[in-house]
């Protein structure tokens, strides 16, 4: 199963970078939640829930920032995928270009997303997905 949550991580970056939510939305489960590298200080402090929490991330980094997001590397362990991110945007009001990396641990179940986490440090990803160096 793991090569498929991997797929189902890409599909839903592809959906994210063209700005295609339903398409995103399918791909997460309706209790889900996501949450925001810790450093991020703009970050809900109990992060996204649900399909709608989802929206609300997609508008804030695609509709400020336009951030998109390119795949770098996956891991798995189990049903837990480990990716690295390029993170790349340009700010709406300022037009100031920022980037920085994004690793995501993402737990899967049943094929579709229930949770996902964000880390500036590949460290403490690596660590929160249970995967050793």
């Not at 795949?71 to 990716?83: E, I, K, Q, Y």
């Not at 993170?87 to 996902?116: C, D, N």
Request: net charge negative.
């Amino acid at each position: 199963m793991s090569q498929e949550n991997v797929e189902v991580v890409r599909q839903m970056l592809d959906a994210f970078n063209r700005g295609d939510a339903d398409a995103v939305l399918a791909r997460f489960d309706e209790g889900c939640e996501l949450n925001e590298p810790s450093e991020m200080l703009d970050r809900p402090a109990l992060g996204f829930r649900g399909h709608h929490g989802i929206r609300e991330w997609m508008e804030k980094l695609r509709g400020l920032v336009g951030v998109r997001f390119v795949p770098r590397s996956f891991a798995t362990h189990g049903d837990v995928v480990l990716s690295e991110w390029d993170s790349r945007g340009v700010g709406q009001s300022s037009g100031v270009p920022v980037e920085w990396t994004t690793f995501a641990v993402v737990y899967m179940r049943g094929g579709k997303i229930v949770r996902a986490q964000g880390f500036l440090s590949r460290d403490e990803a690596v660590e929160a997905a249970g995967l050793s160096e």
